[in-house]
């Protein structure tokens, strides 16, 4: 992987990589129309019990019949019914065995974990997909910017920046070409702030987040991966 402009990754692996978490949710598999009518949410073995049908549908823009092929996957992988930390690093690394994808996947985590209770219910894990699959661009751009804004003060600084950077260059392992300098992730961070930071204040607010996202065509396109997901 060339690391030139590797400061735009941050913003495009939770997008591109997600992908692959949603293949081990079972989210890809076929599900017959007997099965999604016959089940509203099959309770009898989980320990968190989800909220109905009908009010997830007005939380999210899934359907009756999405929202079951997703709880069906969700139920699949975490029979409790919740997704712990751990869980989820363990889901994580299985994509990075040459790195340690670790940080990245704590992150990504506490983005899911919206009130901060250490696991993810069905109900965070949906609202989060229903960000990244069926928001609008500033939706999605604003779902990725709360990742990245680690402390959740409105603003990502340089120093939150470069634990990202860390945790990306971390979770690629030896698969990053030419080989990581000790240098290169401050560097990229400061090609981020350079290009985002608009008005020089030393911090990257949602606005300019946004702004400069929607400039950039990689970017762009990216936010198209997920249109016909599910």
């Known amino acids: 992987m060339n690391l030139e402009g590797l400061e735009m990754i ?4 939770v997008l591109v990589l997600f992908v692959k978490v949603l293949e081990q949710f079972g989210l890809f598999e076929p ?7 016959e089940d509203e949410f099959e309770l009898s073995t989980v320990c ?17 019949k999405e929202l079951q092929v997703l709880y069906r996957g969700f139920k699949n992988e975490c029979p ?16 990075f065995p040459q790195g340690d994808s670790g940080t990245y996947a704590a992150f990504l985590f506490n983005a899911f974990d919206t009130d901060h209770d250490g696991s993810i219910s069905f109900e965070d894990f949906v609202a989060g997909l ?7 661009i500033d939706d999605r751009l604003s779902w990725a910017f709360n990742l990245y804004d680690l402390n959740k003060d409105g603003c990502i600084t340089k120093e939150e920046m470069l634990d990202i950077m ?32 608009r008005n020089k204040d030393g911090v990257v607010t949602i606005e300019e987040f946004i702004e400069s996202c929607q400039k950039d065509e990689n970017i762009m396109r990216s936010m198209q991966l997920f249109d016909n997901v599910i």
């Open 10 to 13: 941050a913003v495009l692996v």
């Open 31 to 37: 599900v017959s129309l007997e099965d999604s009518e």
């Open 48 to 64: 968190h019990r989800p909220e109905g049908l009908e009010q997830l549908q007005e939380q999210t823009k899934f359907s009756r």
């Open 80 to 95: 409790t019914g919740l997704v712990n930390e751990e869980n989820f690093k363990q889901i994580y690394s299985q994509f």
């Open 130 to 136: 229903s960000v990244i699959l069926r928001g609008t």
């Open 166 to 197: 860390k945790s990306i260059y971390d979770m690629m392992g030896k698969y990053t070409y030419p080989a990581m300098r000790e240098e290169a992730p401050r560097e990229h961070v400061e090609n981020f702030f350079q290009k985002m930071d």
